[in-house]
């Protein structure tokens, strides 16, 4: 079992920053893959990034990419999303989540509860 927690979500302008955390419990955590997804309002759950295991391979949406970096340390038991030049169209409910699926959120086995990014413009 792993149990997944984000933090760092708030409210932030145009053009700004934020990095998100996802904090994992368990001691299998360098065994999976992790990403993080996002969904807006009245929109279905779309792939943000995702990062192997050992952090040697990392994905994107081509909308995030250039802008967004998925980091993890698997000492700290954590998963990073470093997010710059945020865009309004950013604003969304960021989910992590471990597993083997990559860009597929059927493909993941855990998820966390989600935390708030909101960008004004």
């Known amino acids: 079992q792993v149990q997944l927690v984000e933090s760092g979500g708030g409210l932030v302008q145009a053009g700004g920053s934020l990095r998100l955390s996802c904090a994992a419990s368990?001691?299998?955590?360098?065994?999976?893959?992790m990403g993080w997804f996002r969904q807006a309002p009245g929109k279905e759950r779309e792939f943000v990034a995702a990062?192997?295991?050992?952090?040697?391979?990392?994905y994107y949406r081509d909308s995030v990419k250039g802008r967004f970096t998925i980091s993890r340390d698997n000492a700290k038991n954590t998963v990073y999303l470093q997010m710059n030049s945020l865009k309004p169209e950013d604003t969304a409910v960021y989910y992590c989540?471990?597993?083997?699926?990559?860009?597929?959120?059927?493909?993941?086995?855990?998820w966390g509860q989600g935390t708030q990014v909101t960008v004004s413009s």
């Open positions: 989540a471990a597993g083997a699926g990559y860009v597929r959120a059927s493909g993941y086995d855990y």
């Open positions: 368990g001691r299998t955590f360098s065994r999976y893959a």
């Open positions: 990062i192997s295991w050992s952090g040697g391979s990392t």
